[in-house]
C-alpha cells in the first residue's frame, strides 16, 4: 500500500475528511491579527508602488502569508512578480524579472534593462510588484541593482512596489552602509510574531475541525504540550500536530494524547521550545 493510500485509510477511521493539520485549503491557517495587520500593509505598499519588509523568524509564516495575498490580487490592478531564489546575481533578477513580463531572454545588461523599460510602459496604468522572498540571502550587489532598478529612468514614481521577505535580522543588515540607501526607501517594516498559546490551541481546533473531527479528538494536555515545545512556530506546530496525529491514528487510538505529543518529539528533529536561544547573528553584532 502506498503511503498516501496507508494515510487516507487511517484518516478515514478516524472519521476524518482528510489527514489533520495538512494545510491543503486556506482555512487550514489561522488568520491572526498580526497577519491581518500584515495584509493591510502589503496592500497599502502595493497600491503606492512602496518598499516594504516584512520580516520574522524561520517558520512563522511569512512566505505562506505573502503568497496567498499576491494570488488575491486583482490581475486589472497589479502585475504580481515573485522570485523565490534568493541567489540570483543582480543580472540575474533583472532578466528574470524581464522574462516573466514576457520579454526574451538577453544575456546583455543594457538589452535587459531596456526590454524592462518597455514591459513597464506596456503595463500602462497596472502596477507591477516585485515580492523578493528569502531576502537575507540576496548578496548587496543584487539588493542594489533592485534599488536603481526602483527608479529606472527616472519615471515620477518608483517603476513599481517592491516587497522583502526575510530573517528577523535583515533589518539590521539593511542599515549597514552599503545597503543603507534600500534602507532609506523602506516605508514600512512589519514583522511577524510567533503564535501565543491560546492561537495555537486556536489553530489546532481549527485543523480538526477543517477534516470534520471535534475537539475533543485532542487532550487539553496535549495541546498544551504541543503548543510549548512548538515555541509558538506556526511551521513547527503544524508539523508535529501531524506526527502527534499519525503516531496516535497508526495505534488506533481516537484522541491524541501527551504521549502520541511525545512521539512526535520524537519524530520531528526541530522543536524550537525545546532549543537553546539563538545566537546573535553576525550583521546585529555590527550595526
Known sequence: MSAEADLSLLARRWGATAVPFGLVNAQDWLDTPAAQAART????????????????????????????????????????????QATLSGTGILTAVATRLGKPLSFRRERTLQFLEEAFAELDRRIPVLLLDEAQNLGSASLEEVRLLLGLNLPEQPAFALILIGDEYLLNTLKLRHQRALYSRLAGHVSLPVWTPAQCTQYLLQGLSAVGLSPGALEPAASDLLASASGGVPRSLCLLARAAWIAAATQVAQRITPAHVQAALQAVPCVPGLLPPANPSPADAHV
Do not use: I
Not at 486583482?74 to 512578480?81: A, E, I, Q
Open 41 to 84: 500593509a502589503l496592500s497599502h505598499t502595493a497600491a503606492l508602488r512602496s518598499v516594504l519588509l516584512l520580516s520574522g523568524p524561520n517558520g512563522v509564516g511569512k512566505s505562506a502569508l505573502a503568497g496567498r495575498w499576491l494570488r488575491q490580487l486583482d490581475p486589472r490592478l497589479f502585475c504580481p512578480l515573485c522570485l523565490t
